[in-house]
T-cell receptor
Framework: QKEVEQDPGPLSVPEGAIVSLNCTYS??????FMWYRQYSRKGPELLMY????GNKEDGRFTAQVDKSSKYISLFIRDSQPSDSATYLC??????????FGDGTTLTVKP | GAGVSQTPSNKVTEKGKYVELRCDPI?????LYWYRQSLGQGPEFLIY????????DSGLPNDRFFAVRPEGSVSTLKIQRTERGDSAVYLC?????????????FGPGTRLTVL
């Protein structure tokens, strides 16, 4: 069983829609929870990072963590065509390396 | 300032050949990571350096893979006797100090194709 399961997608939504991206994990040692955005043929870039259960908001993006259910989500409000990319959830223990989900590809149509 | 750079951007080689992939981290970043990303999958951890030493090499798939960071800055990932299954994008990332909480900045990757 993989440590991280991410909703596979692909996901296609109209501009302005609210998008929900989700991951579950099994490793209780994961303490840090991240979302990366990856455009085609580019490296991942960090969008959101949190270490506690609850919500964290940054502009149109909200990261939600539920440690008891081992479930994290990323919400995108008022989605834009420029949000079209692959979104990766990622997890860290105290050991340094990150464990990634396989990504959800999002297309926002004008 | 400059981000993480990786060279070459693309590398095509034949099965059995030796390849070297280079990573230039952001200046001052002490931690450096190598990941491998296959098509349709997330990055998979290979090795992590703190300074010059490999702090965790548990992700290296076998002894054909080796990485060095002799002066604590530039790193080279070396693959011997390449196999077709080694074809992937090899990503390098660096952070100012040891993760977990610190942001890892990724380079654009080297796309390796083994024919």
């Amino acid at each position: 069983q993989k440590e991280v399961e991410q909703d596979p997608g692909p996901l296609s939504v109209p501009e302005g829609a609210i998008v929900s991206l989700n991951c579950t994990y099994s490793n209780s040692a994961f303490q840090y929870f991240m979302w990366y955005r990856q455009y085609s043929r580019k490296g991942p870039e960090l969008l959101m990072y949190t270490y506690s259960s609850g919500n964290k908001e940054d502009g149109r993006f909200t990261a939600q963590v539920d440690k008891s259910s081992k479930y994290i989500s990323l919400f995108i409000r008022d989605s834009q065509p420029s949000d079209s990319a692959t979104y990766l959830c990622a997890f860290n223990t105290n050991a340094g390396k990150s464990t990634f989900g396989d990504g959800t590809t999002l297309t926002v149509k004008p | 300032g400059a981000g993480v750079s990786q060279t070459p951007s693309n590398k095509v080689t034949e099965k059995g050949k030796y390849v070297e992939l280079r990573c230039d981290p952001i200046s001052g970043h002490t931690a450096l990571y190598w990941y491998r990303q296959s098509l349709g999958q997330g990055p998979e951890f290979l090795i992590y350096f703190q300074g010059t030493g490999a702090a965790d090499d548990s992700g290296l798939p076998n002894d054909r893979f080796f990485a060095v960071r002799p002066e604590g800055s530039v790193s080279t990932l070396k693959i011997q006797r390449t196999e077709r299954g080694d074809s992937a994008v090899y990503l390098c990332a660096s952070s100012f100090k040891r993760a977990p909480g610190n942001e890892q900045f990724f380079g654009p990757g080297t796309r390796l194709t083994v024919l």
